[in-house]
């Protein structure tokens, strides 16, 4: 079974940055599409970036400008760096793979991250 596994995340004050990593235990060559996910406390899970296999990328209109996707398919890892985080940007933060890009955009991809709590302070 294929595992995504996370790191980075944490606390950090509003204006600050961090950067997330999603390593994948097969090639991320094989995944047509990638991507983050977060989910707030009594909200919705929201997709909120995505990566194609030819590099374009999406940005949810609440992070555009500030977050950035990117692979590194020698690395087999999903990163996503945030800048001028805010305290709306609090939340658990999940990555995602998947053959299938609309299933991914669908929220339903092959292989989801164990999640990684980011928490910005004001």
């Known amino acids: 079974q294929v595992q995504l596994v996370q790191s980075g995340g944490g606390s950090v004050q509003a204006g600050g940055s961090l950067r997330l990593s999603c390593a994948s235990s097969?090639?991320?060559?094989?995944?047509?599409?990638m991507g983050w996910f977060r989910q707030a406390p009594e909200k919705e899970r929201e997709g909120i970036a995505t990566?194609?296999?030819?590099?374009?990328?999406k940005y949810a209109d609440s992070v555009q400008g500030r977050f950035t996707i990117s692979r590194d398919n020698a690395k087999n890892t999903l990163y996503l760096e945030m800048n001028s985080l805010k305290p709306d940007d609090t939340a658990m933060y999940y990555c995602?793979?998947?053959?299938?890009?609309?299933?991914?955009?669908?929220?339903?991809?092959?292989?989801w991250g164990q999640g990684t709590q980011v928490t910005v302070s004001s």
């Open positions: 995602a793979a998947s053959q299938n890009c609309y299933d991914l955009y669908l929220g339903s991809p092959n292989s």
């Open positions: 097969r090639s991320t060559n094989s995944y047509n599409c």
């Open positions: 990566i194609r296999s030819d590099g374009v990328t």
